[in-house]
């Protein structure tokens, strides 16, 4: 990586007031195989995590459903505590049966739990950008979106995300409260 301080080309912003470098991390593979359970190799996880940082990544994307909470746990672990221009997004809302097996769980009272998990593991009080991992069909938007407002409004949240989305339902979320970003799957 260069020696150059990033330009604001080399940034985004996130919710008009995180700027995070173009290149970040996602830390879903930090996790054992089948993205369950600890990594085989731990020390060399850790090592990446760090690695991210002295190269400039500022931006680290995970979820509560990895390993599950192996990632979030890792990374508390490895980077706390974090640089002032860290941003860390999470995800909640998708339940994990075993290796490569996931559903979504909407229901407010899960939403709220996950996120207060994720706050412990990750050894924050707020997150930047929390992402709603899947919209469960079961369960009304509103009341997903609902209890997430709440936690935005009591500093739990500071930008708000959806993971996985159509148009439609980025549409209707954004009436409910802002969305600051969509994430979807795009690999390379």
């Not at 996790?31 to 990446?48: C, F, N, Q, S």
Request: proline residues 5%; charged residues 25%; hydrophobic residues 40%.
């Amino acid at each position: 990586m260069s020696d150059q301080t990033p330009t604001i080309n080399d940034t985004l912003l996130i919710g008009g007031d995180l700027a995070v470098r173009r290149l970040g991390f996602g830390a879903m593979r930090i996790t054992g195989p089948g993205i369950w359970g600890e990594p085989l190799d731990r020390a060399e996880a850790v090592a990446v995590l760090r690695r991210c940082l002295a190269l400039g990544i500022n931006f680290i994307d995970t979820a509560d459903s990895y390993g599950p909470d192996v990632s979030e746990r890792l990374i508390g672990e490895a980077l706390y505590p974090y640089p002032d221009d860290l941003v860390i997004a999470t995800k909640g809302g998708l339940l994990r049966g075993g290796p490569n097996n996931w559903y979504s769980d909407g229901r407010p009272e899960h939403l709220r739990s996950t996120l207060e998990g994720s706050l412990k593991r990750l050894r924050l009080e707020r997150i930047d950008l929390y992402q709603l991992h899947r919209i469960d069909a079961k369960v009304p938007l509103e009341e997903q979106l609902g209890v997430l407002r709440d936690m935005q409004t009591e500093g739990k949240i500071r930008h708000f995300g959806l993971s996985e989305v159509s148009v439609e339902e980025i549409k209707k979320a954004g009436e409910i409260l802002p969305i600051a970003t969509v994430q979807n799957l795009y690999n390379l």
